[in-house]
């Protein structure tokens, strides 16, 4: 078809430009910055059973052209056809156009790890949807992340994990112990206990050890779409014996730093994955690491991790 | 002036209604609704130096009609005159208007406390204003909420205090074991040293053992006009022999709480200071009281804890 682009080159569109640039962050606040880069210009709203659920790129409407039993387009938003009546119709619909995205080559493949739809956090999914295809459709992501630590001679000191090289999503970056998405059908404590022991080696009994301290909010364009997500943040003091053993191959290796080089490599690198220095940011300010006196951006960063979605 | 108000009237209308009543907190996120109830619609931006510093009631403006020396009206917004060239000449101008505002019964009384008038903290005072007359211009106020607390047996016990019964603000409400406003030239340091000595006894060395963990924002209308605040909050572990003793007469008394007791007034009861009950549910947030797998309301209040100012 003459003078349209590839529906993949479609779907790979650079997030609007930064400025200062995204990859050598001049301080803390550049990273919270960089995680809500977004052009809502760019978007429409996508819903479900009368109710916001999405934010689909207005590029990509063409992509969906195809499935015209599946969604309602009218001029400013894009609908889950009414005629898919239950949470079961609209997963099976929303599977399929998913897979018919996968040979088309818009998306790589099936992460096999069905995310719940919801418009917001706690309320009964509308439907489920493939992991991959979440930025796509905008929908809202939640996850895990557990920051372990200890404390040793009066000083923290954080384990810190460095991402496998073949991760799709940022390789080789610095992570927390534990961090994964929240599937569907799993309570936030039950995915803490499965990632703590396939990304750590925590017992499930030290898993539960966690402490739910927080919960970050962003809304992050990339190359693929839209992700407003929310990390729930886990605090969990461990034992000076303890040391995380990685079972599933997404992590490489684990060390123990400092908590002084943690908050240095944050603040003037972007050696740690982009949602992950979120969460050492917040860290560092509930642990009582920066000063509202002397950190010029203090508040501006207490604020910017809980933007509203 | 037939027809026209009288000043004090003007200065006194209730703030919009709330659903559900603000006085009979059914849940946390009552409180924090309560907090942030207002109608913008009723305020037109106030500026200083090209930067706007406050938000003014409409109805409000005609009591500053007599100061053309000291205030530009425009259709939409309100700024001090340019003729008024520097921090000192926009105090002394101010402190002449609320001085008129005293005499004509819309103000109290001076609080004889000075707050710097800044668009964003840690940027430097446009000019100075007495506390009393923050609200009247909606001005960024700024305080810090000091948590007292010790672990006793595996538990957290909360020192509480009963505020005064000759408070302006808030008489009899429970309060944390430290608080104030922020005034003009100190340090927040240097305010909580001040602070912990006067309301709770604290030396120098404990009250500067006080760790900054959290900023809170909220943006509240009352019958004075609006109070776009930030609070500064502290941590402070207590030794177990510690008890607090109130040197200036604003806290009438202080108990011990079990952090259990603590978290069920603020969740059923008004029985807290409006302000201090979002210090108590962060506190909650951050200590792991509050589960995202049980709490359902655990994201609106980790985000409605840090309004966007």
Chains 1, 2 share one sequence.
Not at 57 to 78: H, M, Q
Not at 94 to 117: S, W
Request: proline share 7%; hydrophobic share 40%.
């Amino acid at each position: 078809m003459p003078g349209m682009p590839e529906p993949a080159n479609l779907a790979r569109r650079a997030p609007p430009a930064l400025d200062p640039p995204a990859r050598f962050p001049s301080g803390f606040l550049d990273h919270i910055r960089r995680c809500n880069n977004h052009d809502m210009g760019r978007f429409c709203r996508f819903y479900a059973a009368d109710t916001q659920v999405g934010w689909i790129r207005e590029d990509f409407l063409a992509l969906l052209a195809d499935f015209a039993d599946v969604f309602d387009v009218s001029s400013d938003s894009i609908s889950l056809s009414d005629r898919l009546a239950t949470a079961e119709e609209r997963t099976s619909a929303m599977r399929r156009v998913v897979r018919r995205l996968i040979d088309d080559g818009v998306l790589a493949k099936f992460r096999g790890e069905d995310y719940a739809i919801v418009p917001q956090w706690g309320r009964p999914a509308l439907f489920n949807l493939d992991r991959s295809a979440i930025p796509l459709f905008g929908c809202k992501a939640f996850g895990i992340h557990v920051n372990g630590y200890r404390r040793h001679q009066g000083r923290i000191q954080l384990w810190i994990g460095r991402r496998a090289p073949d991760k799709a999503v940022e390789p080789d970056k610095l992570d927390n112990m534990v961090a994964g998405g929240q599937p569907a059908g799993l309570t936030l404590e039950e995915n803490l206990v499965k990632e703590g022991g396939e990304e750590a080696g925590l017992s499930p009994a030290l898993a539960r050890q966690a402490k739910p301290v927080s919960a970050i909010t962003y809304c992050m364009e990339n190359e693929r779409g839209l992700k407003p997500d929310t990390l729930f943040v886990y605090d969990l003091e461990l034992p000076p014996d303890f040391a995380p053993v990685n079972t599933d191959g997404e992590i490489a290796s684990f060390s123990l730093m400092e908590l002084d080089e943690v908050a240095e490599r944050v603040r003037t690198t972007g050696d740690f994955k982009f949602n992950v220095a979120l969460v050492i940011i917040d860290f560092l300010i509930r642990h009582g690491y920066l000063s509202p006196d002397r950190e010029p951006d203090y508040l501006a960063l207490a604020t910017g991790l809980h933007a509203p979605l």
